[in-house]
């Protein structure tokens, strides 16, 4: 029930296209939903948030999309342009407590 | 740059030995969390201080242990090591008990790589 499953495990996209990734969760009690990016010798900093109380969050060229009824939630980014090529981490947790659940986490390449 | 700053980014030791890794949270922030990077396990919460006192422990082995010092820094102690504690260990502060207030964030430094041979 802890579980944050996360996909693709990785993503080609041209530039200008359009970036899916996908998370789904079991534990009904999650309620902040927090994408991560994490670029090569990096830590993960985040992207953009949501709590399950509204459907979509869009922050530029990223927007997160919510389903509380099926219990899945996914990123997506916009015009995709080859700066973006990092590892997105969904994650989860029930309350801003910092502990998060961490998906599998998605390599994006945006080819130019 | 997040501000967190984690020592030493690259570490090789081997089987059996002890090894220490230093954090020291942003200027300011209370909390410190740490997370362990694996290919297999991905991002796992190991455990959270917040002003010197433990609130929270994740998949943390009991060989592990931690503490947060009364400068706020922090030190995840890692002993009788194994091939399996490979990893990208991650530190990570907040302002709160908790993620930051409003975004939730918490702020990752760049990580210390852990090789057990």
């Known amino acids: 029930q802890q579980q944050v499953k996360q996909s693709p495990q990785s993503l080609i996209v041209q530039k200008g296209g359009i970036s899916i990734i996908n998370c789904a969760y079991e534990n009904t009690a999650f309620d902040y939903f927090p994408w991560y990016q994490q670029f090569p010798g990096k830590g993960p900093a985040l992207l953009i948030a949501i709590r399950p109380d509204v459907s979509e969050k869009k922050e530029g060229r990223f927007t997160i999309s919510f389903n509380k009824s099926a219990k899945q939630f996914s990123l997506h980014i916009m015009d995709s342009q080859p700066g973006d090529s990092a590892t997105y981490f969904c994650?989860?947790?029930?309350?801003?407590?910092?502990?998060?659940?961490f998906g599998q986490g998605t390599t994006l390449q945006v080819k130019p | 740059d997040s501000g967190v700053t984690q020592t030493p980014k690259h570490l090789i030791t081997a089987t059996g030995q002890r090894v220490t890794l230093r954090c020291s949270p942003r200027?300011?922030?209370?909390?410190v969390y740490w997370y362990q990077q694996s290919l297999d396990q991905g991002l796992q919460f190991l455990i959270q201080y917040y002003n010197g006192e433990e609130r929270a422990k994740g998949n943390i082995l009991e060989r592990f242990s931690a503490q947060q010092f009364p400068d706020l820094h922090s030190e995840l102690n890692l002993s009788s090591l194994e091939l399996g504690d490979s990893a990208l260990y991650f530190c990570?502060?907040?302002?709160?008990?908790?993620?930051?207030?409003?975004?939730?964030?918490?702020?990752f430094g760049e990580g210390s790589r852990l090789t057990v041979l």
């Open positions: 994650a989860a947790s029930k309350g801003n407590t910092g502990k998060l659940i």
């Open positions: 200027s300011g922030d209370l909390s």
């Open positions: 990570a502060s907040s302002p709160v008990l908790g993620g930051s207030p409003n975004t939730g964030e918490l702020f």
